[in-house]
C-alpha cells in the first residue's frame, strides 16, 4: 500500500535503536518519516549528513526527524553515534512494507552514483550491507493529527527532498493547519 497525501497514518510506536519509544503521529510536532537503505550506504549518508549540518534549521521548522533504516538496531548504534535523530532499525522491513517502501536497484542513477562517491570519501564505503543493497528512499511528513501532508516515493537512491524542500513543506503544513 502506498500512502498519499491527505491519508492518515495509524498511530503505532516505534523503537529507536536507543529503546525510547517514538510515537507516530507525534502530538506536538510535525514528523519527517523516512526509510533509507543499509546504515553504511554511502549514497544515504550523503543526504544525512546535509540533514545533520542543518538541524538547528529543521528543529526551528517543528520537525522531528525519524529515519529507518534495514539494518539491525545493534550495527545502527555502533556506526551511527553522531546523528542527532531518531534512529530505528528495520532488518526485517515490516515498516517499510506498512508505508510502501521499495526495493530496488535503486543505485543505478547518474546522482545516487555521485552521492556514493561523496560518501565513499567521508568513509561510508558501504561494507555493512545488511538488509540487502537494494531499496529505495520514501519519505513522509506527518502532521500531529496523523495526517500526511507530503509524501514521496523516490525513483532512485538519492532521489529524496532537500533540506529547503523539508522546511518549505513544513512551513506549508503549517499554513494549512491555521
Known sequence: MKFK???IVPSTTLESVTGEPIKLPDPNRLVHLQFRRF????ICNTHIAELR???REIEAAGIKEVI???SSPKSIRSYQKDVPFALVGDPKKAIYKDFGAETSLAFLSVKALGAAVRGMAHGHLGLRVGGGPLGLPSEFLIAPSGQIKAVKYGTHAYDQWSVDELIALAKGAAVQAA
Open 5 to 7: 497525501p491527505s491519508d
Open 39 to 42: 546504515v553504511d550506504c554511502p
Open 53 to 55: 549540518g542543518r538541524v
Open 68 to 70: 529507518v533504516f534495514h
